[in-house]
C-alpha cells in the first residue's frame, strides 16, 4: 500500500503551528494530542458497541436528570483518564459529573488550561447506530499557576476560549478543532491510526438551504421561531426554498453538516423549558467559537452566545447557530 508523505497527521499540523510561534510551550498540542487519543479509544468502543455489553443504560441518571448511557460513562473516564496523566490540564468540567474536577498534583498545577467535556453528545442515538460526538472547549486558567484550579476558571465567557472542538463518529470519524487561527478538520486514518489532515481552513458558508431544528416541539416554540420556521417552508424557488429539513438530533452530526454545506441549527427554549436543552459550557460554547472562527454566527435569539458569563457549570441556553446571512435572516424574525 502506498503511503501518502503529503497527509499531515494532528501531531504534525499542531507542531507545525506551534513552530510558527516561537515563544508557545506546546501545552495545547499536548492537550489536542491527548484528547484525540482518548476520542480514538471512544471510537473503537463505538464501532464495537452493538458487539459487547457496554451498549445501552447504565442505569442511573446523570446531573441533567438524562438516562446515562454505558458508553457516555466510558468516554467520560477516558478523557479524564488522559487528561489527568499527560502534563497540559489542570482540571475538567463534564456534562457527566455533577462538579469540576481538579487535577491537584504538582505538574497539573502547574498547567494553564482547563477543559470542559460533552463525552458523548447525542447519547439517545447511540442504540440505533446513529451518529454521536464528543465536544470539547479549553480555556486558559485565571487562578495562580502552581496552586490547584478553582471554579473561576470553568466559569468564563465563550469569548475566553483558546480552542474548541469536536469528534464525530460517523460512517468515518473526525476531529475538528478550531483556534482563532482557523477551523481545520482531521479523518481518522484507521489504517495507521491517526487523525490526517482533511479539511484544511474550513469555513462555513454564508448561505445554505437547510435548517435544523425538533419540529415535534413546534407548538412549545415562541411566536418569533414559529414565524422563521414557517418562513423556511414558504420560500419560492427566486429564494432558494423552500428550506429542506435536517434534524439528526445528535448536534454534532447536524452542526457538523451545517457547517460544511451552509444551513441553521436551532434549539429554541420552549414554553416548558424556556432555557431550551443544551449546555452552554459543554455544548453550545465550543460550537458557538468554532462556528464563528469558520465565518458563521452563534447567538442564544438575543445576544452572542460567547458573551454569556455563565454562573453554574451546567447552565442550559436556548442556541442558534449557522450561516452568517441564515442567521441574520432568522433574527428578523426571533428579535
Ligand atoms: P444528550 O446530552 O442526551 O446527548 O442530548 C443532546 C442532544 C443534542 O445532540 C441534540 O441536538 C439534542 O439533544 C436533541 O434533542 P431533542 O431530542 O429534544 O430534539
Redesign the pocket.
Known amino acids: 500500500m502506498a503511503i501518502n508523505r503529503k497527509v499531515q497527521t494532528l501531531d504534525e499540523f499542531t507542531l507545525q503551528q506551534l513552530r510558527d510561534f516561537p515563544k508557545a510551550t506546546g501545552e495545547l498540542s499536548n492537550l489536542l494530542r491527548d484528547i484525540g487519543l482518548a476520542a480514538k479509544r471512544i471510537n473503537v468502543e463505538v464501532n464495537k458497541a452493538g458487539l459487547v455489553d457496554i451498549l445501552g443504560d447504565y442505569g442511573t441518571t446523570n446531573i441533567q436528570g438524562?438516562e446515562v448511557k454505558k458508553l457516555d460513562i466510558f468516554a467520560n473516564n477516558q478523557l479524564m483518564g488522559v487528561l489527568r496523566h499527560g502534563i497540559s490540564c489542570a482540571g475538567i468540567g463534564s456534562?457527566e459529573m455533577d462538579d469540576f474536577v481538579v487535577f491537584d498534583d504538582e505538574t497539573s498545577n502547574k498547567s494553564k488550561y482547563v477543559c470542559l467535556f460533552?463525552p458523548?453528545?447525542?447519547?439517545?442515538n447511540i442504540d440505533v447506530n446513529v451518529s454521536i460526538g464528543t465536544i470539547f472547549s479549553v480555556f486558559r486558567r485565571v487562578s495562580d499557576l502552581g496552586n490547584p484550579a478553582t471554579e473561576e476558571d470553568f466559569l468564563q465567557a465563550g469569548n475566553k476560549q483558546v480552542a474548541a472542538g469536536y469528534v464525530i463518529y460517523g460512517s468515518s470519524t473526525m476531529l475538528v478543532y478550531a483556534t482563532r487561527r482557523g477551523v481545520n478538520g482531521f479523518t481518522l486514518d484507521q489504517s495507521i491510526g491517526e487523525f490526517t489532515l482533511s479539511h484544511p481552513d474550513m469555513k462555513c458558508p454564508p448561505n445554505g438551504r437547510i435548517y435544523s431544528v425538533?419540529h415535534g416541539n413546534f407548538y412549545k416554540y415562541e411566536e418569533g421561531v414559529k414565524q422563521y420556521i414557517t418562513a423556511c417552508q414558504k420560500k419560492d424557488a427566486t429564494s432558494g426554498g423552500p428550506y429542506t429539513q435536517r434534524y439528526i438530533?445528535?448536534?454534532?452530526a447536524?452542526v457538523h453538516r451545517n457547517l460544511i454545506k451552509g444551513g441553521i441549527f436551532m434549539?429554541p427554549g420552549t414554553s416548558d423549558r424556556p432555557a431550551g436543552?443544551?449546555r452552554l459550557l459543554y455544548?453550545c460554547n465550543p460550537f458557538a467559537f468554532i462556528a464563528e472562527v469558520a465565518g458563521g454566527k452563534a447567538t442564544d435569539g438575543k445576544g452572542r452566545i460567547l458573551d454569556i458569563v455563565p454562573t453554574k457549570l451546567h447552565q442550559r441556553t436556548p442556541f442558534f447557530v449557522g450561516s452568517i446571512e441564515m442567521m441574520e435572516e432568522m433574527e428578523t424574525y426571533v428579535k
Do not use: H, I, W
Open positions: 438524562e456534562e460533552d458523548l453528545d447525542g447519547s439517545s425538533n438530533a445528535s448536534m454534532v447536524d434549539y436543552k443544551l455544548e
